[in-house]
């Protein structure tokens, strides 16, 4: 089983300010990682595929980078809608997830 | 609308088994794999199995391996999983979601339903 590994677990970010979200595998994925958002009371959205790709209707201040064994989502400039949990899934050999990253309101 | 609805969940005691179901509608059901993933109160996103769209791959997380069996029903549009020896950290929301792409069992999930929530306790 691939393990994935988020950090920090928590990211205390002011409105405005930039967010980088990290994910670390056990073992390389290629660029089979997603990132995904979810609310409180919500089911998990979509952000990222394939590393990089926004999904449909994500707003362009979302990006993702990198490959292999290091991920990062970053969140350019933060918006009141845009502080929940944050999970990083790879898909390289059936799905695991990781532990999510909280951000915060600094 | 592209839509997953699950149900059968509710409180059970442990040893027990539950089936839950997934409803899909408003895309080509049997064109995609499709995914349980479920949740515990307050902790994080826990992949479940996977099916692929004619069931002939099929795959579990090591915590279910044994006791839960992931099955699809494409005539009914419909996702199951049957789960069997329930053990109280059992206890999630569980979601089904839809794979992105289409039938490759590895992928990222742009659809998910509400979640039925499953309770396993005395």
């Known amino acids: 089983e691939i393990v994935m590994t988020q950090s920090p677990a928590t990211l205390s970010v002011s409105p405005g300010e930039r967010a980088t979200l990290s994910c670390r595998a056990s073992?390389?994925?290629?660029?089979?990682l997603a990132w995904y958002q979810q609310k409180p009371g919500q089911a998990p959205r979509l952000l990222i595929y394939?590393?990089?790709t926004r999904a449909t209707g994500i707003p362009a201040r979302f990006s993702g980078s990198g490959s292999g064994t290091e991920f990062t989502l970053t969140i350019s400039s933060l918006q009141s809608e845009d502080f929940a949990v944050y999970y990083c899934?790879?898909?390289?050999?059936?799905?695991?997830f990781g532990q999510g990253t909280k951000v915060e309101i600094k | 609308e592209v839509q997953l609805v699950e149900s059968g969940g509710g409180l059970v005691q442990p040893g027990r088994s539950l089936r839950l179901s997934c409803a899909a509608s408003?895309?080509?059901?049997?064109?995609?794999?499709m995914h349980w993933v479920r949740q515990a109160p307050g902790k994080g996103l826990e992949w479940v199995s996977g099916?692929?769209?004619?069931?002939?791959?099929?795959g579990y997380a090591d915590s279910v391996k044994g006791r839960f069996t992931i099955s699809r029903d494409n005539a009914k549009n419909s996702l199951y999983l049957q789960m069997n020896s329930l053990r109280a950290e059992d206890t999630a929301l569980y979601y089904c979601?839809?794979?992105?792409?289409?039938?490759?069992?590895?992928?990222?999930?742009?659809?998910w339903g509400q979640g039925t929530m499953v309770t396993v306790s005395s």
């Open positions: 073992q390389s994925v290629s660029s089979n």
């Open positions: 394939g590393a990089s």
């Open positions: 099916i692929s769209w004619n069931s002939g791959s099929i």
């Open positions: 408003g895309f080509t059901f049997d064109d995609y794999a």
């Open positions: 899934q790879q898909y390289n050999n059936w799905p695991t």
């Open positions: 979601a839809k794979s992105l792409t289409g039938d490759n069992r590895d992928d990222a999930f742009d659809i």
